[in-house]
C-alpha cells in the first residue's frame, strides 16, 4: 500500500467513524523545527512540515485515543557561516510515514495533555555535505519508534492546536559513527522534533458548549 492509498483509507475511515457517537475524524496541518542528536551539529534549524488525517475516539468525557496518519518532514542542518569563516554546510533530509497513537486527557474543558508512541517508516531521504550528495552514507532504518508528548487546546468547536514533543527510541541509523550519542538502548542518531499542528475535526467539541 503506497502512501497515497493510504491517506485515502484513513479519510475514508474518518469519515464513517465521524457518524458513530464516539468517534471522530478530521485532517491535520502544520509545521516544525528538528535536529538529529548524535550527528556533531546541534539547533533546530532543519524546518518542515506535515499534513494528514485523524480518528479519535472518546472514552470518558475527559480521555480519549487519537490515531493519525500524517506525512512529516524531519532532519538536521548546518549553514556555512562565512563572517566566522566557517564555509561547511551540511543537510539531512527525512520523509517520513508517521503514525501516532496518543492518549489525551482534556482539562478545563478546552485545554488537553497527550502522551504515546508514533511508528516511523522512512519513504526517503536526502544527505549532503558543502551541497554534494553523501557518497557512502551510513544506511537508515526504514522503521523506527517515537515517543511523543504534547500540549493543546481548542480555538473553536472545530479547531483545536498542539504543541508537540517527539524523540526516537531507537538510532535512525544502521551502525555506529564517530560522535554518535548514547540514549536508551544504544549508541546512534535520533531525531528531536518540535511541531506545531492545526487540526480540523469534523464533529464539534461539545465540551466548550458546557
Not at 57 to 78: D, N, T
Not at 127 to 149: A, C, K, M, Q, Y
Not at 164 to 178: C, D, H, K, P, Q
Request: aromatic share 14%.
Amino acid at each position: 500500500m503506497n502512501l497515497r492509498t493510504g491517506f485515502l483509507c484513513l479519510f475514508m475511515l474518518a469519515g464513517l467513524l465521524a457518524g458513530a457517537q464516539r468517534f471522530n475524524g478530521g485532517i491535520l496541518l502544520g509545521g516544525n523545527v528538528s535536529q538529529v542528536d548524535g550527528d556533531t551539529w546541534s539547533g533546530y534549524y532543519k524546518v518542515g512540515f506535515q499534513a494528514g488525517g485523524l480518528v479519535s475516539l472518546r472514552i470518558s468525557p475527559r480521555s480519549s485515543f487519537q490515531m493519525e496518519m500524517e506525512y512529516f518532514q524531519k532532519g538536521s542542518r548546518k549553514n556555512a557561516d562565512t563572517e566566522k569563516e566557517d564555509y561547511t554546510s551540511y543537510l539531512l533530509r527525512l520523509h517520513y510515514l508517521e503514525i501516532p497513537v496518543l492518549y489525551q486527557y482534556t482539562f478545563a474543558r478546552r485545554f488537553f495533555a497527550e502522551i504515546g508512541p508514533a511508528v516511523d517508516v522512512l519513504l526517503g531521504s536526502t544527505e549532503r555535505v558543502n551541497d554534494f550528495d553523501v557518497p557512502d552514507p551510513v544506511p537508515l532504518r526504514t522503521l523506527n519508534v517515537s515517543g511523543v508528548i504534547g500540549f493543546g487546546g481548542c480555538i473553536t468547536r472545530h479547531l483545536k492546536a498542539d504543541i508537540r514533543f517527539s524523540y526516537s527510541l531507537y538510532s535512525i541509523r544502521n551502525g555506529t559513527a564517530n560522535g554518535y550519542r548514547k540514549m536508551l538502548f544504544e549508541y546512534g542518531q535520533y531525531n528531536n522534533v518540535l511541531a506545531l499542528t492545526f487540526y480540523w475535526e469534523f464533529k464539534p467539541n461539545k465540551n466548550l458548549d458546557r
